[in-house]
């Protein structure tokens, strides 16, 4: 590729790149190849699987993103990340409304046969972001499907057209153990035949989704679907049939995974990749038969209230779509909103707390909290009730330390 962003960025430019496995990846290894004789310039970016960035690949780049999610921990960690709390909904919508300016946008793309254009694995921020942009350049990848729901729009203009020289990032499913097992035997409990499903990423969702083989009629609408899908469609547990909306139709916003998925998804009509205004959207979500929301968390306090962006004053999470699908799923005819974490964290230490540092998802919308050791049922329960459901759930060695500090705070 002989692109030459030389003349194409400009001094505070903020630069915005497709996200997760939409990252045009020969676009922005370009971009950091050529950092170095650039003008300073701030790189918008959401949840990050390649290698691409790092904290030491320019001075001149400095970051931005709605969370810290994969790979841009390490950008978080060396300081070189500004975080905007926002709900991942209100952090595509402010695109559309010009709040988030993007003066450069880059995007990966498939082309049809006819030479029809389609976001392929992320229909998010970034065409909002072409909308108004500057300069668009599109990568085009061969390797990425074509999806439906995701057809590039006619009023996004793109500047230039580049060839890929790699496939599309690959997220791979991630190893389950004896804790993310046990979570989703409690979970799985909660999750009637005839449930529509939305999840997120990491190996707490693959165990309960993979523990869902044996359901009847399931239905997707998540921010994303990944290869753990693929299974329970061929097993016959997704139908799609049941949702209220979109029959037979597995709905996301984003495709994370693997080739496996790619083939999948690739011009199949049985799926479609949405934008967020649809997938996230509070009127989309309550029309929904069923919709059990599945996240996760770093701290839940005694009362209920769910962090899952910060631990000791440092990012590491993200706000996402939690609060979108959580209060969702309240809505949602026979819903339920599904918080799983393991008691404990890699340091020993316990995720069941007195109080959160962060509130992420308020205790007034909780539902249930599941660990490995059970479930607690939150939702029209007192405060004192609310603690003793909590303690139940926490590491037994745990539970002794948590009570007495909910005595000393009376």
């Known amino acids: 590729m002989n692109l030459d962003f030389s003349g194409l960025i400009r001094e505070g430019d903020r630069v915005v ?48 993103s709605y969370g810290v999610i994969g790979n841009a921990r390490r950008l978080a960690k060396a300081g070189w990340l500004d975080v905007i709390p926002s709900n991942y909904s209100a952090f595509c919508a402010d695109f559309a409304s010009r709040r988030h300016r993007a003066d450069v946008v880059l995007v990966q793309l498939a082309e049809s046969g006819d030479g029809r254009l389609s976001a392929s694995l992320s229909n998010d921020y970034v065409i909002d972001a072409a909308r108004r942009a500057r300069v668009v350049i599109a990568e085009i990848n061969p390797d990425a499907p074509w999806t439906f729901g995701a057809e590039w729009p006619a009023d996004a ?68 679907i990944n290869d753990a899908i693929v299974d329970l469609i061929e097993r016959g547990a997704v139908t799609n049939a049941q949702k209220g909306i979109d029959a037979g139709i597995t709905v996301t ?21 949405r934008p967020t205004l649809y997938t996230h959207g509070q009127n989309v979500l309550a ?22 962006e910060t631990l000791n004053g440092v990012a590491i999470g993200a706000i996402g779509g939690q609060l979108d699908f959580v209060r969702g799923a309240n809505a949602s005819p026979g819903g339920r909103a599904i918080i799983a974490l393991p008691a404990t964290a890699s340091d020993g230490t316990s995720r069941i707390v007195a109080n959160v540092e962060t509130v992420t998802t308020p205790r007034a919308d909780v539902d249930a909290i599941v660990t490995e050791w059970g479930v607690a049922e939150l939702r029209g329960c007192g405060l004192a009730e609310r603690a003793r459901r909590m ?17 000393a705070a009376r």
């Open 391 to 407: 303690i139940a759930i926490a590491a037994p060695g745990q539970r002794d330390a948590l009570s007495a500090q909910l005595r």
């Open 253 to 273: 916003n984003q495709v994370i995974g693997t080739k496996r998925l790619h083939r999948f998804v690739h011009e199949n009509k049985a799926v479609s990749v």
């Open 17 to 64: 790149c497709g996200q997760a496995t939409a990252e045009p990846v020969t676009l922005t290894e370009a971009l950091v190849a050529q950092a170095a004789h650039l003008p300073a310039f701030r790189m918008m970016v959401g949840p990050m699987f390649s290698d691409t960035f790092s904290a030491a690949c320019a001075p001149s780049i400095s970051f931005q």
């Open 157 to 224: 203009p793109i500047h230039r057209r580049v060839a890929a020289r790699r496939p599309p990032v690959e997220l791979p499913p991630a190893p389950l153990d004896d804790i993310s097992r046990k979570i989703a035997s409690h979970a799985a409990s909660l999750i009637d035949d005839g449930s529509t499903l939305q999840f997120g990423v990491g190996r707490i969702p693959d165990a309960i989704l993979s523990s869902l083989s044996h359901a009847r009629n399931l239905g997707i609408h998540s921010g994303l």
């Open 287 to 308: 029309r929904i038969n069923r919709l059990v929301a599945i996240n996760s968390a770093l701290q839940v306090g005694l009362d209920g209230s769910v962090n899952s």
